[in-house]
């Protein structure tokens, strides 16, 4: 009994464990500069790689976004997303979906889908919806 009124009492004191981070007092929708650049958390973190890749030859657009998923969960997974590309004036310019299935804990997945993109120059990527879900 003494020992559970102990344990209790430490417990209740706390320790002085510094690796708890504070709540932040800042509201939801400020960020600060090393947030917005910081990596993704979660599972949009297994989303390893979505860019562009200019394959143009000969005054030919042909313009890819490449892709790559790495599983970091303990299931197989399906991933899907949707994104955006923006241009420098902040006009979307193209956007679309991406699937990804039965990938494996800890596989790699790559990926690749055509767009109609004119140009590279001054676009912008952005994830608008990420979702990852168990596979059976």
Known sequence: MIVILIVVLVVALGDDDESTTPASTRTPTTKTAQEQTRAPEGERADLTSFELDDRSEAGITNIWLVWTIKNSSSEK????????????????????????????PG????????????????IKLNITSFNRTVSY
Request: charged share 25%; net charge negative.
């Open 77 to 104: 997974s399906n991933y899907s997303w949707e994104w955006e590309a923006v241009d420098a004036d902040g006009t979307r310019v193209a956007n679309g979906s991406q699937v990804e299935t039965d990938v494996q």
């Open 107 to 122: 596989q790699a997945a790559e990926g690749e889908f055509p767009t109609t993109l004119k140009t590279v120059e001054g």
